[in-house]
């Protein structure tokens, strides 16, 4: 690819390829081929013009937080004396010394400015996705306690390396931890692309991108390394082809990181001037024009341990701003909405984004210039290192306004927080499919040196926003879908005809099977079918096919799936309310049972159990006047006892079955009946279904573990000694599951604990079925009704397939080797699901068994087979077909983080099952080591080992990577109860990538910030206590729960429009829903409630914390960025850490 071709105005994501024949694409340089569509991004080419950057605050020095005296300190060495794995003195404020004023007031010191600085978008590689991110409490430090704790920390975390020696060093020490990206060279004039694209990866942030692996030094073949900042010309001149595109560089040293970069490192040697080219520096990369950067928010507080820069040297002195600067001003814009401002007084001094601010020293330093008074050690500043939410909003501005066309193969689709339309042309929609890397390493070597899993997260039944149209259904008749011969691999996009159209080649196994007489179609002048546009199957990633009856159970078409109720009625049911309130419920909700688009009612059918030590069947047959109970007491051989009158249609019994709803709580009123069976309720259900000949989904409200006599009978272990021994193991429940999955039995389990009740024994079976479990501990009818209710209406009615088989074949060289999620597998190669929902998703892990080739790519083909709320067999088919690369750097310009920890969540919690969990999180943490390793050893240019390079989209692997080691799951604090764990582990299981990203870093909203007139959401903020202010009112959301915190000093008018009463004190926790009050604030801040839950697939329990009261604890588990109480390390320590471990690999 010519490195000065065209670049599109577009993000640039991955480069197009040469098409599949008979598959248009855009041309290469984003020249759009005549007569097709166009595209809308344009081949990677590297950093892209035309991307418009923040605006440095004013006063704000980029590369080093000055200290107050300007006194000069020696920039001279990189790591002038330090230990080698020195990190700084963690967090110390400033002793003295206040950051340098710029333009506008300063803040109290005691709150943290909303995102202070405008984030610039990240234009080159692919956008770091954010996920959000449970807080995990951590139990061990991350080193052993050789270190001295600092001074200033008044936790018990230690230090991650000895105290700097002296003030000096630790600022020099900082300066080598960069975070701006290094640009590789001279922003190329407008319109040019960085070089091709195997060069190095152009990313721009120095946080890495993809991959795991270690890191490897420039090879001469990469091209000039991107220049560090010692060589001082990255902005001046035009890019050498085959250039490294910017990386950005995080200071990792010091755990009070260094000010965002310049677009070259921050590192000691990065403070340098460009040679007569200002910059603007919060850059990750050389400012384009127009192009806007996403390095750290433009107005940072200068807390940064650096020194000051030398007074010998020429050109502007930090300050003011200066208007005479050699070179081009960089671009000037309008701050960013909801960036610039800080709020309430965060450190720091307001500063808005100010013109024509040039780069730190446009002269070249002067380096022996005496060094002055060193200036005060200084806490590593939390805004210089990557920030989740200014990466989610750079890719909202930068990709949510284009639909994203998948004609493209190796497209990285935007993140999964950013609103965007899909338009299928050829590879399935990200909402379907999204992988850890659209660009995978040709040779299993190259896999492992990098260490990045290659891995899919596929939502085979994902629901599409209404704007997208559903897959089509594609009906061969009697034939039957056309396969491969050999492979059995489905129609699809890029199968190849030859022949004339007479046959067609595999582009999964290259093998060449003959076209069924009835599916010729002649090829036009390109050698694509002339029907190509007509059938989805040619022309589409996503599709169903009707199956035919050679894909049925015992070669029959299967009958509609029936859903079978099944109620505890022990006492704590009954005495809870909760009876009443199913049996209500249920009234109007069995109208709304699944059905397709435009059918009058539900092909599904209906049964009803109670059950308590002993088991009730309802006959509600339409004939009878009242419902008839049938018990049964032999709990140990388990027996349906009618088989007429069991199942029934809603519509045509729905008189007896109201009556049969009304009369069970009554029934049950006096039950002094405390102990419950569970074992034989699912056996019930399964044999009724047996004996219906149909497969269907059992509802199951249970309150108590299950302590009588019967099969499946448990008894209190609530141990956590046992944790990982045998005694831990139950075989019977797995017995259980298996025989439901051979009839597409699906359990869903809604628990209402108010002591132990063995989640993970209970959970078996639902997880094995692909069910869901709902718990709802300590259920209380007030505060706990509108969830479990929310709930279940949702769990009835969404689309749901059963009796499913999925497989995933691909292209020869890669296979699929791993599985993750709820299901059953009795090979090595079949998923097996009773019922799979559209909430559900499966991870699958791919290893090499061959060598790729870069020309051809690799493909997936998801193949789906389930029956459909009508009993329609069916399979959705889904393909997607990905890059193959022989440089790292393209591997690491081409990741999604967000799918990657979606990855090594399930991963870890799968290994915490037979491994202990010190050594989950050991391996997880050395795995993300050696990922960002392989990248600063083979694809970042040569720089100190001071500096903490990562891959621009991988730059929130640390702080994301660190949330999931902090979860419940990996690092429970005392308060987590086995069976939360249970819980959390089987939900994060089958959780698609949306969820994972903010269940493990979750989204807190400033609500007072909100603009009562529009429909937008406030800008969020990063989950530290520091952002938070006294006098707001803040939301968190996590998937499960969502926080409401108010402020000691929220105005009085706020607390009485939000809650209606008059102070503070005044405010009940005991607030499950907020009140309904007639003013803008409320109706703004319930209109965000009700959109957040609307968006995610579980209705969350809205907790109200007032500061300084004891729910805070429990909010405060959520503000991932800190240090957590159960021992997770806040991020800055974690990156101080992550960033030894690199360094030790390294060495």
């Given at each position: 690819m010519s490195v000065n071709q065209q670049a599109h105005t577009g993000p640039p994501y991955g480069q197009p390829q040469p098409g599949y024949q008979g598959y248009q694409q855009p041309a290469y340089g984003g020249q759009p081929l005549p007569g097709v569509p166009q595209s809308q991004y344009g081949a990677y080419n590297g950093p892209m013009p035309g991307y418009q950057q923040p605006v440095p605050p004013q006063g704000y020095f980029p590369p080093l937080g000055f200290p107050s005296k300007g006194s000069p300190v020696s920039l001279n060495s990189d790591t002038s004396s330090l230990a080698p794995n020195f990190i700084g003195s963690s967090r110390a404020p400033p002793t003295s010394g206040a950051p340098p004023a710029a333009s506008g007031a300063s803040l109290p010191s005691g709150h943290l400015a909303y995102s202070q600085f405008g984030h610039g978008d990240v234009q080159n590689g692919i956008p770091a996705s954010a996920a959000p991110m449970q807080r995990p409490p951590a139990s061990q430090p991350f080193l052993p306690g050789s270190a001295p704790t600092p001074v200033s920390q008044t936790s018990t975390f230690q230090q991650y390396g000895p105290p700097p020696a002296s003030v000096q060093q630790l600022s020099n020490h900082m300066a080598g931890m960069t975070i701006g990206s290094t640009t590789a060279s001279a922003p190329p004039p407008a319109g040019l692309g960085y070089g091709p694209p195997t060069s190095i990866p152009p990313v721009s942030g120095s946080f890495s991108t993809t991959g795991s692996g270690l890191y490897t030094p420039y090879t001469a073949s990469q091209g000039p390394p991107p220049t560090s900042v010692s060589q001082g010309l990255p902005l001046a001149q035009p890019p050498f082809p085959g250039q490294p595109v910017s990386t950005q560089r995080l200071p990792t040293q010091v755990p009070g990181f260094a000010p965002p970069p310049s677009s070259t490192g921050i590192g000691p040697s990065s403070y340098l001037p460009t040679t007569g080219a200002p910059r603007p520096p919060t850059m990750p990369g050389p400012p384009l024009p127009g192009q806007t950067i996403a390095g750290p928010p433009a107005s940072q507080p200068n807390h940064v341990s650096s020194p000051p820069p030398p007074s010998t040297m020429s050109g502007p002195h930090p300050g003011p701003p200066m208007s005479g600067l050699h070179g081009p001003p960089p671009p000037t814009h309008p701050p960013q909405p909801g960036y610039q401002m800080q709020q309430n007084g965060s450190f720091g001094q307001v500063r808005g984004?100010?013109?024509?601010?040039?780069?730190?020293?446009?002269?070249?330093?002067?380096?022996?210039?005496?060094?002055?008074?060193?200036?005060?050690?200084?806490?590593?500043?939390?805004?210089?290192?990557?920030?989740?939410?200014?990466?989610?909003?750079?890719?909202?501005?930068?990709?949510?306004?284009?639909?994203?066309?998948?004609?493209?193969?190796?497209?990285?689709?935007?993140?999964?927080?950013?609103?965007?339309?899909?338009?299928?042309?050829?590879?399935?929609?990200?909402?379907?499919?999204?992988?850890?890397?659209?660009?995978?390493?040709?040779?299993?070597?190259?896999?492992?040196?990098?260490?990045?899993?290659?891995?899919?997260?596929?939502?085979?039944?994902?629901?599409?926003?209404?704007?997208?149209?559903?897959?089509?259904?594609?009906?061969?008749?009697?034939?039957?879908?056309?396969?491969?011969?050999?492979?059995?691999?489905?129609?699809?996009?890029?199968?190849?005809?030859?022949?004339?159209?007479?046959?067609?080649?595999?582009?999964?196994?290259?093998?060449?099977?003959?076209?069924?007489?009835?599916?010729?179609?002649?090829?036009?002048?390109?050698?694509?079918?002339?029907?190509?546009?007509?059938?989805?199957?040619?022309?589409?990633?996503?599709?169903?096919f009707l199956a035919t009856v050679d894909y049925c159970k015992n070669n029959k078409f299967p009958s509609p799936p029936a859903f079978i109720f099944m109620i505890d009625v022990s006492y704590n049911a009954v005495k809870s309310g909760l009876v009443r309130l199913i049996c209500e419920e249920l009234k109007s909700l069995l109208d709304y049972l699944p059905r397709e688009g435009n059918m009058e009612e539900s092909a599904i059918r209906v049964g009803f159990v109670t059950y308590n030590k002993v088991l009730h069947f309802y006959n509600v047959k339409s004939s009878l006047a009242q419902p008839q109970m049938m018990v049964v007491s032999d709990v140990a051989?388990?027996?349906?006892?009618?088989?007429?009158?069991?199942?029934?249609?809603?519509?045509?019994?729905?008189?007896?079955?109201?009556?049969?709803?009304?009369?069970?709580?009554?029934?049950?009123?006096?039950?002094?009946?405390?102990?419950?069976?569970?074992?034989?309720?699912?056996?019930?259900?399964?044999?009724a279904l047996k004996a219906a000949e149909c497969a269907g989904k059992l509802f199951i409200f249970h309150t108590s573990l299950p302590i009588a006599e019967a099969p499946g009978k448990l008894k209190n272990r609530d141990d956590k000694k046992l944790i990982n021994t045998d005694k831990e193991k139950t075989s019977f429940y797995n017995n259980l599951a298996k025989d439901c999955v051979a009839q597409g039995c699906c359990v869903d389990l809604f628990l209402f604990p108010n002591q132990y009740l063995d989640v993970a024994t209970l959970g078996v079976v639902t997880y094995q079925t692909g069910g869901s479990i709902y718990k709802y501990a300590y259920f209380q009818l007030e505060t706990d009704q509108d969830r479990f209710l929310n709930d279940l209406r949702r769990d009835v009615q969404k689309e749901v397939g059963f009796d499913a088989v999925m497989r995933v074949r691909t292209s020869t060289g890669i296979r699929a080797t791993d599985f993750f999620g709820a299901f059953y597998m009795s090979n090595t190669t079949d998923v097996e699901m009773a019922g799979l929902d559209c909430d559900k998703t499966i991870t699958v892990e791919f290893k090499h068994d061959d060598k790729l080739s870069e020309d051809s790519g690799a493909l997936l083909q998801c193949a789906l087979l389930y029956t459909s709320c009508t009993g329609q067999r069916r399979l959705r088919i889904h393909n997607l077909s990905l890059n193959c690369c022989t440089q790292l750097a393209d591997l690491y310009r081409n990741c999604e983080t967000d799918t990657l920890i979606n990855y090594l969540a399930k991963y870890a919690y799968r290994g915490v099952l037979s491994s202990p969990v010190k050594t989950v999180r050991d391996a997880l943490i050395n795995q993300c080591a050696q990922i960002l390793a392989c990248y600063r050893k083979n694809c970042a240019s040569p720089s100190s080992a001071g500096q903490l390079i990562l891959p621009e989209c991988m730059k929130l692997l640390p702080v994301y990577l660190n949330c999931v080691l902090k979860s419940d799951v990996l690092q429970p604090g005392p308060e987590v109860t086995t069976d939360d764990r249970a819980y959390i582990r089987q939900l994060v299981t089958s959780m698609d990538v949306a969820e994972t990203n903010v269940f493990f870093y979750p989204r807190l909203l400033p609500l007072t910030k909100a603009d009562v007139d529009s429909d937008c959401l406030p800008a969020a903020i990063r989950n530290s206590e520091e952002r938070l202010s006294k006098g707001d009112i803040y939301l968190l959301e996590n998937g499960l729960n969502i926080f409401v915190w108010v402020g000691v000093n929220v105005q009085q008018g706020l607390i009485q429009n939000l809650f209606g009463v008059s102070s503070f004190s005044q405010i009940s926790n005991a607030l499950s829903t907020l009140p309904v009050l007639e003013n803008p604030f409320s109706k703004k801040v319930r209109f965000i409630v009700d959109m957040l839950q609307v968006q995610r697939s579980r209705y969350m329990k809205l907790i109200i914390v007032k500061q300084e009261d004891k729910l805070e604890m429990l909010f405060k588990h959520f503000l991932v960025e800190d240090k957590s109480l159960s021992g997770g390390a806040s991020y800055v320590d974690f990156l101080c850490h992550m960033h030894k471990e690199i360094r030790q690999l390294l060495s």
């Open positions: 984004p100010q013109p024509n601010y040039g780069g730190a020293y446009p002269g070249t330093p002067n380096y022996g210039s005496q060094p002055g008074p060193p200036p005060p050690p200084k806490r590593l500043d939390p805004d210089s290192i990557p920030s989740p939410i200014q990466v989610i909003e750079d890719d909202r501005s930068n990709r949510g306004s284009e639909p994203f066309v998948t004609g493209v193969r190796g497209q990285v689709p935007p993140l999964v927080t950013t609103n965007f339309l899909v338009k299928d042309q050829g590879n399935a929609s990200p909402r379907y499919i999204r992988c850890t890397s659209y660009n995978i390493p040709c040779t299993s070597d190259m896999a492992k040196q990098s260490q990045v899993p290659l891995a899919a997260v596929i939502k085979p039944l994902a629901t599409l926003p209404p704007e997208e149209t559903l897959p089509y259904l594609v009906d061969h008749g009697e034939s039957g879908p056309v396969r491969c011969n050999r492979c059995k691999a489905y129609m699809c996009p890029f199968m190849q005809f030859i022949e004339g159209g007479r046959r067609f080649q595999c582009c999964f196994c290259s093998c060449v099977t003959e076209v069924p007489p009835h599916y010729f179609q002649h090829l036009d002048h390109t050698g694509k079918r002339v029907d190509f546009y007509d059938r989805p199957e040619l022309s589409l990633g996503s599709y169903e051989d388990m027996f349906v006892p009618l088989l007429d009158g069991f199942l029934v249609n809603v519509n045509e019994s729905r008189t007896v079955i109201a009556s049969l709803l009304d009369q069970i709580p009554e029934m049950f009123a006096d039950t002094r009946e405390t102990e419950t069976v569970f074992a034989p309720v699912i056996q019930a259900g399964l044999e």
